[in-house]
C-alpha cells in the first residue's frame, strides 16, 4: 500500500488534505482511490479498482486505509507485524483480545446491553472500538461461535 498527498487546502488553523491511496495485490489487482482527511475525519472521495470490487469488499475498504493515512497524516502509529497493508487496525482499543476472547467480550457487552434495555450494537462498538459496520460483523462472528442466539428462529 502506498500513499502520497495530492493537494491541502488551509484556512486559519484549519487543513484539509487530499491524498491518493493505492492497494496493489500480488495477483496483478489494484484499488486507486482519492480519500479527503480533515480533522479527524476521512471521506473517500473516488474509487477506481481492477478488478472491480464486490460491494463487501467496498465495505472493508475503510478498515483496510484507515492505518496507511492516519500514518501519512502524523496520526497513527508505525506499522507493527502484520498490519503493512492497513488490515483495519483501530487504534484507540489496540490492547484489547482477539479470537475467542474477543467473542467473549462482545457477547458479555451484547447481553448486558440487552438486559438494560440498550442498543447491543452502540455497546458493542463501546466496548471494542469498531465501527458500526466493524460492531455487526463481529456481532455476527459471535454467533456463528455459538456465544449469542441467531438473529431469527427458524421454523
Known amino acids: 500500500m502506498s500513499v502520497w498527498p495530492a493537494w491541502e487546502v488551509r484556512e486559519g488553523e484549519r487543513a484539509t488534505r487530499w491524498l491518493h491511496v493505492r492497494l496493489a495485490f500480488g495477483d496483478g489487482a489494484r484499488i486507486d482511490a482519492l480519500a479527503t482527511v480533515c480533522e479527524g475525519w476521512v471521506c473517500v472521495e473516488d474509487v477506481r479498482a481492477r478488478p472491480a470490487l464486490a460491494l463487501e469488499d ?3 475498504f475503510a478498515d483496510w486505509i ?3 493515512l492516519a500514518r501519512a497524516c502524523g496520526a497513527g502509529p508505525e506499522p507493527g507485524p502484520g ?4 488490515t483495519g487496525t483501530h487504534r484507540e482499543r489496540a490492547d484489547r483480545p482477539r479470537g475467542p476472547q474477543e467473542h467473549g467480550l462482545v457477547a458479555g457487552a451484547y447481553r448486558a446491553a440487552q438486559e438494560r434495555g440498550a442498543d447491543p450494537v452502540l455497546a458493542v462498538m463501546d466496548e471494542t472500538g469498531y465501527s458500526r459496520r466493524g460492531a455487526l460483523r463481529l456481532i455476527g462472528r459471535t ?12 421454523r
Not at 498490519?83 to 492497513?86: L, N, S, T, V
Not at 454467533?143 to 427458524?154: Q, S, T
Open 58 to 60: 467496498l465495505a472493508l
Open 143 to 154: 454467533r456463528d461461535a455459538g456465544l449469542l442466539p441467531a438473529r431469527h428462529v427458524r
Open 66 to 68: 484507515e492505518g496507511p
Open 83 to 86: 498490519d503493512e497493508a492497513g
